[in-house]
């Protein structure tokens, strides 16, 4: 499975951003953040067929994670960003479901990551 995140970039408080993420393969697919000295951390993530989605507390109603299976594509729709959200911003894949989808163990593969970057 190969991953390619874009879409990241500087952004007003306030802005939107949409990342974007090319899949190959029948996936679970998750965006985990990453900020300077913190840990990575969950976000999202949503099933092959996207009837089990869900969000981290910390960005339900401003983010949304939806996927285009005939692009092979996931993304993560950011509203409403503020300065807190910037982060490297991580899609993570893995082949099955697992119930431990806020997991960073869950994933066994991974994209390169994208600057978010949020400015007050």
């Known amino acids: 499975v190969q991953l390619q995140a874009s879409g990241g970039g500087l952004v007003q408080a306030g802005g939107s951003l949409r990342l974007s993420c090319a899949a190959s393969?029948?996936?679970?697919m998750g965006w985990f953040r990453q900020a300077p000295g913190k840990e990575r951390e969950f976000v999202a993530a949503?099933?092959?067929?996207?009837?089990?989605?869900h969000v981290a507390d910390s960005v339900k109603g401003r983010f949304t994670i939806s996927r285009d299976n005939a692009k092979n594509t996931v993304y993560l729709q950011m509203n409403n960003l503020k300065p807190e959200d910037t982060a490297v911003y991580y899609c993570?894949?893995?082949?099955?479901?697992?119930?431990?989808?806020?997991?960073?163990?869950?994933?066994?593969?991974w994209g390169q990551g994208t600057l978010v970057t949020v400015s007050s």
């Open positions: 393969g029948r996936t679970f």
């Open positions: 993570a894949a893995d082949l099955g479901y697992s119930g431990a989808y806020y997991s960073t163990g869950s994933y066994r593969y």
């Open positions: 949503i099933s092959w067929g996207g009837f089990n989605q």
